[in-house]
């Protein structure tokens, strides 16, 4: 327990978590402080990009083996399942309609990328060497869960779900997907010749970029709930804080399964216990247009963007270092 | 200087259905429209703001198309398809051009 708070206070003052409270400080504040829209686009390219590049490059120093597949089908598995568990929790302790409780599940079967990469982050500064191809696991997980959660609605709900054609094609090719795999199987290509030519450009001024992105997250962040915290109830908040906790938990059991190291179970927890706020929404929008927006993104971005950032990734790194012994 | 009457049809509508849009008003013969980005507002589903948006899920374009009278039934049915189930304003206003041939 003292490692966990110890490591938490460590985090909490890291200039990344600094810079995301003062996004948020700024927003409950009203002040006009504001990154373009343009320049948050161009950070949130150059993090998928350099991410993604430093995966591929590290499975070509270390080689690829069954693990590798068995963490993809495992992430496949993970996303599928999750927004089920997501769902009974939700329809147990608030009182969201079945709608409502789909769309809230299967942000949570989907992942944070943000969170992915500072959890990399945090990963690297302690000396953990994750798996490369965790950033793999990571666009593999992306989708699967808006499929259980239209299957959710389908099965306990009034109101249609419909996956519309192109609508699965749109998700799959989306930006971010694209360029986290585009750069992570030129990294994979290229390995260490490819990472020693770019390297001033994405390993140096990688926290710097990492600080401004989330400096932009907490301004958001603190703009959403300033203006949703009225659909915030208690329940609901539970759910943002749990949720988190119960899906690391099988990402926990995951990759201790399939042998990962200490930083490798701690991105899978990572990964399990994240909510999407980028491509999720976007498809619950077009598929689920019935479903409350203000609920899910405050939920996803509000309240366990933030508690993943500050408490989920120490908790997440002091179990996995506690369990595997790294 | 002549000019001829028309009607204006604008239809507010989240980002990620714009693409739907644009190609049922393309499907039903509209060639000419233009997007338009919106800051921000208040509605039925409360107050936002284009900079409280991670996403495109939360943002909201404006799509305004000028033709002429006799086809607005056209394009409001190629339209209402889309944003029957979604969030969004649609409006009609009788506008004038200078150049009938373009619409």
Known sequence: MDGILALAADNLLSPIILFFALGLAAAFARSDLSIPEAVAKGLSIYLLFAIGFKGGASVAAHGIDATLVLSLVAGLILSFALPLIAFALLRAITRLSVTDAAAVAGHYGSISIVTFVAATSVATSVGLSPEGYMVAVAAVMEAPAILSALWIVARFGKSSAEMEDGLMREILLNGSIVLLVGSFLIGWITGDEGMALIAPFIVAPFQGVLCLFLLDMGLVAGRGLREARSVLTAGLFAFGVAMPLVGSAFGLVAGLLLGLSPGGVMLFMTLSASASYIAVPAAMRVALPEANPSVYLTLSLGVTFPFNLTLGIPIYLAVSRALTGG | ?103
């Open chain 2, 1 to 103: 200087m002549q000019t001829h009457k028309a009607k204006r049809v604008e239809i507010t509508i989240e980002s990620v259905m714009e693409g739907r849009l644009t190609a049922a008003l393309i499907k039903a013969g509209v060639t000419g429209f233009t997007v338009l980005p919106v800051l921000g507002g208040s509605g039925r589903s409360g107050q936002w703001s284009r900079e409280g948006q991670v996403s495109r899920a939360g943002g909201m374009v404006s799509v305004v198309c000028i033709i002429r009278p006799e086809r607005l039934d056209e394009l409001l049915d190629a339209a209402f398809g889309v944003v029957e189930r979604h969030i969004g304003v649609v409006t009609v206003t009788d506008c004038e051009v200078l150049r009938a041939e373009r619409f």
